[in-house]
């Protein structure tokens, strides 16, 4: 079944989490409000850097119009987190809120997004949306992106923490924490552009002991990096369960039971 059809024909009454490619994700509460988070649907990386390693390697699955998402998060100005191609067809059709940080700013006009839709975060901001609460987070992406930020996504009394483009910062641990265990934890593995690697990604893992951990930030360009054959010979020998997800599978969280 392609994505588009499985979101539309997800259960109410569970939690879902979609895993669309790259950092992008979508969850789908028990009640059928809709979170996508760095989605990357297009080529428009590959058509703006105009070389070979930025070619897109991993298929679409989704088109930006499939889906009339309620929320949509950008973490970062880098185009495979905010895909300017994308966004913009996202927020014409539907009545979707954008949550975007400030650097973001730069694209409004240029590709005439309602700004009256658009929330600039940054860390410390939190927003209640019926059964979803969002909290930005700290987030050091390096000078490429010293606006990028994590969220920690709470739905359905479940939380899920997406680091965001991060190098591994053990420092913070305790400031992740202050909002409560982790249900799942999401985070990059490339290595590459400030980002954590498989060992970092791993150290986190240890560190803030979530239910299930799950690599991301890998596959889609061959620049960028990221070997999940590596990531597994390193968690393994570590305690908390993991995976990798392909393209358009979801998992769904119900009474406390991932599956």
Not at 17 to 45: E, R
Not at 55 to 80: G, S
Not at 192 to 206: A, I, R
């Amino acid at each position: 079944m392609e994505l588009k059809n499985k979101i539309q024909n997800a259960k109410l009454g569970e939690t879902h989490l979609f895993y669309v490619g790259q950092a992008g994700y979508i969850i789908k509460s028990s009640k059928g409000t809709t979170l996508a988070v760095d989605l990357y649907l297009s080529d428009c990386v590959e058509t703006l850097e105009g070389q070979i390693g930025f070619k897109r390697l991993m298929p679409k699955i989704l088109q930006p119009k499939d889906i009339d998402f309620d929320y949509i998060i950008a973490t970062h100005p880098h185009w495979d987190h905010f895909d300017i191609d994308s966004i913009p067809q996202m927020m014409d059709r539907t009545e979707s809120q954008l949550f975007a940080s400030v650097e973001c700013r730069q694209y409004e006009d240029r590709y005439g997004i309602d700004f009256r839709r658009i929330k600039y975060v940054k860390p410390g901001d939190s927003y209640n949306f019926n059964e979803m609460r969002i909290y930005f987070i700290d987030c050091d992406h390096g000078m490429g992106a010293p606006d990028a930020v994590g969220v920690i996504i709470e739905v359905d009394n479940r939380r899920i923490l997406m680091t965001g483009d991060t190098c591994l910062r053990l420092d913070r641990v305790n400031a992740y924490r202050k909002y409560g265990d982790i249900d799942i934890l999401v985070g990059p593995i490339n290595g590459t552009y400030g980002n954590m690697n498989e060992q970092d990604f791993v150290e986190l893992s240890k560190a803030l002991s979530p239910k299930l951990t799950i690599p991301c930030h890998f596959g889609m360009f061959a620049s960028h990096g990221g070997d999940p054959r590596k990531f597994i010979k390193i968690m393994s020998g570590q305690k908390g369960n993991y995976m990798l997800m392909t393209m358009g599978e979801k998992i769904v969280l119900q009474k406390g039971v991932i599956k």
